[in-house]
C-alpha cells in the first residue's frame, strides 16, 4: 500500500505543515503515539482522519 506523509498532504493543500501537524496533535488519536511521523497508507482510517483535519483547516483558512 502506498503511502503518504502529513507534510506532502499540507504542501500540497497550501496549509503550512507545522499548522496541520499541530492539528493532527490536537486530534489526540489512538492510532498515533507521540514522536511518532505522520504517515498513513492511502486509502486507509488514518489517512481519511487525516483528510478530514486537512479538509477543516482548509476551509478555516478560506473563511478568514
Given at each position: 500500500m502506498a503511502a503518504t506523509r502529513a507534510v506532502d498532504m499540507a504542501k500540497q493543500a497550501g496549509i503550512d505543515p507545522?499548522?496541520?501537524?499541530?492539528?493532527?496533535?490536537d486530534e489526540h488519536?489512538?492510532?498515533h503515539?507521540?514522536?511518532?511521523?505522520?504517515?498513513?497508507?492511502?486509502g486507509s482510517e488514518q489517512h481519511t482522519a487525516m483528510e478530514r483535519?486537512?479538509?477543516?483547516?482548509?476551509?478555516?483558512?478560506?473563511?478568514?
Open positions: 507545522k499548522r496541520f501537524r499541530k492539528a493532527l496533535r488519536f489512538r492510532w503515539n507521540h514522536n511518532d511521523r505522520w504517515t498513513a497508507g492511502i483535519v486537512l479538509q477543516n483547516l482548509s476551509n478555516v483558512e478560506r473563511a478568514a
